[in-house]
């Protein structure tokens, strides 16, 4: 009786701790191309540049039920940035900006994520470009989260931020309106 | 002077066409290293490109005229003199530079097209891209553009100075028949000073 009754309270322990953790983990949409990192950036003061990088993948964890353990990381191809003309996008991948050569690879890993509204929330983490990593902060909102029609299960997000050219090293100077460049992702991950 | 080329001289056209396209490559390669190190607010930021591209398919058209030139008006043999090595290595240093110039205004066509726009030629033409980019290709051609360009330099130098040592070593008229002057009368008694002399009474009486 003695011996069954720690049986099953092992069981029920084992149980218990071999329950799947609740945050789920989705693989960032790359493959078909259901996410973006876009910048945009003043020309002049007067319009805008708009581009974006065509090569990243990532992944993201996620529980609905505490959102702010989630935790995101993105690698970006900074060679892959495409601004719609070839002569700039060859400039952009110089040394005057992305340097492609000698820092191939862009990261972001989060450190925290904090729940600001319904569908909002602040993403801290820390960026690598250009050889330099510095903390920054994005601003997200879920955009939607729910069945595909093909049988899986999806969740995408938005986020903006902003980042001054000259804190990753960039020395181009493209004049006083453009010391900073804008940039939007939005992600949709699949539950894996 | 004739405009075609004879066995010993050059015609008029080539002549124009060999001093049009040094000039262009004195010009556009320090074009080329002064547009990219300029700065966003510098003035010619946008013209020096602008006429880069421009001179560039100059050069190239000149260029295809004076290989098709070369065909109806062959130009004339070499003079004289000099082992026959020498003779060679100039044929190689003239084929060199025909083969740089050429891959060299292809390259630069290809950065500037690599996204399907054409180049506009000081807004009397535009010349559409008609190759299928590859990736990257900005980039590939830029590099070979650089340098082929430096190399294309190293090359013009040394037959600038094959060019003067015929004329201050060997004292030979190769330089001056490419200006389209007379031929030297020198202190030397060659044969082909007898020729030259007699070149030059023909051309004065």
């Known amino acids: 009786m003695k011996k069954r009754l720690i049986f099953s309270l092992l069981t029920a322990a084992g149980m218990v701790l071999a329950a799947p953790v609740s945050a789920e983990r989705y693989v960032i949409d790359t493959q078909n191309a259901h996410a973006f990192v876009q910048f945009k950036i003043a020309h002049l003061g007067y319009s805008w540049v708009l581009g974006r990088f065509n090569q990243f993948e990532g992944s993201f964890d996620y529980d609905e039920n505490n959102p702010s353990a989630s935790t995101v990381s993105v690698t970006v191809n900074p060679a892959s940035v495409d601004s719609n003309h070839a002569e700039r996008d060859k400039h952009l991948r110089s040394q005057d900006f992305l340097k492609v050569d000698e820092f191939a690879q862009a990261t972001f890993t989060s450190t925290s994520y904090a729940v600001t509204g319904d569908n909002t929330g602040l993403l801290k983490g820390d960026l690598t470009l250009r050889g330099v990593t510095r903390p920054i902060s994005i601003d997200v909102t879920q955009i939607g989260a729910g069945k595909d029609p093909w049988g899986g299960f999806r969740r995408g997000f938005e986020g903006t931020t902003r980042l001054a050219l000259a804190d990753f090293g960039i020395p181009m100077d493209l004049g006083p309106a453009a010391r900073e460049v804008e940039l939007f992702l939005t992600v949709e991950g699949i539950r894996q | ?205």
């Open chain 2, 1 to 205: 002077m004739r405009l075609g080329n004879t066995r010993q001289t050059y015609g008029a056209i080539s002549i124009a066409l060999h001093w049009l396209v040094a000039l262009l490559v004195l010009g556009l390669f320090p074009l080329g290293l002064y547009m990219t190190s300029l700065d966003y607010y510098h003035p010619w930021y946008q013209a020096a490109p602008h006429l880069h591209r421009g001179l560039g398919i100059t050069l190239l058209l000149l260029l295809s005229l004076r290989l098709c030139w070369r065909f109806i008006s062959p130009p004339p043999r070499p003079l004289d003199g000099g082992s026959r090595l020498l003779r060679r290595l100039a044929g190689l240093v003239h084929g060199g530079l025909y083969l740089l110039l050429l891959a060299i205004a292809v390259s630069g066509y290809l950065i500037s097209t690599a996204d399907g726009r054409g180049i506009e030629v000081f807004g009397w033409f535009t010349v559409p891209a008609l190759l299928p980019a590859f990736k990257d290709m900005e980039d590939a051609a830029g590099d070979v553009h650089f340098v082929l360009a430096v190399s294309l330099i190293g090359l013009v130098a040394l037959h600038a100075l094959a060019a003067l040592k015929h004329h201050f070593i060997d004292r030979d008229p190769t330089l001056m028949r490419m200006l389209g002057k007379p031929r030297r009368v020198t202190g030397r008694a060659t044969g082909a000073i007898t020729e030259s002399e007699t070149f030059f009474t023909k051309e004065t009486s």
